[in-house]
């Protein structure tokens, strides 16, 4: 059981750093503080807001479907729980790796994507596999 709750503990952080990034997006994107994580200027921002707001729901829906997944993974069916948080952060890993192999200079913040989700997907798969 140790193993189940580390494994939604990490998905759960890996689901809190897409919430922040969907509101970075979605709804600070033309903001300065956005503008700051994203280094954009504001022109930028103003032209890309549709692509951002866009961008922003699928890091939020994606974080959706971990919290549903620990929440089922929770009442004790692990198939279907299982499932949802394995999407949601091997989703998350594939996409860090492509903001990392699009851009070097992307590390840190495919770093703090890739971490917990990865984490989290390989703690399940282990409690899973018991």
């Given at each position: 059981m140790p193993v189940f709750v580390a494994a939604s503990v990490l998905s759960l952080v890996?689901?809190?750093?897409h919430v922040y990034v969907f509101v970075l997006e979605s709804v600070l994107w033309t903001r300065p503080r956005a503008r700051a994580v994203f280094?954009?200027?504001?022109?930028?921002?103003?032209?890309?807001?549709?692509?951002?707001?866009?961008q922003g729901f699928y890091n939020l829906f994606l974080a959706i479907e971990i919290v549903a997944g620990v929440v089922v993974l929770a009442t004790g069916n692990h198939a279907v729980g299982g499932t949802l948080v394995l999407v949601g952060t091997l989703s998350m890993v594939g996409a860090g790796v492509v903001l990392l192999a699009s851009d070097?200079?992307?590390a840190r913040p495919?770093?703090?994507?890739?971490?917990?989700?990865?984490?989290?997907?390989?703690?399940?798969?282990?409690?899973?596999?018991r």
């Open positions: 890996a689901a809190l750093v280094g954009t200027d504001e022109a930028t921002a103003r032209t890309t807001a549709p692509m951002a707001f866009n070097r200079s992307k495919a770093s703090i994507q890739i971490l917990p989700a990865l984490l989290g997907a390989l703690l399940l798969v282990l409690a899973l596999a």
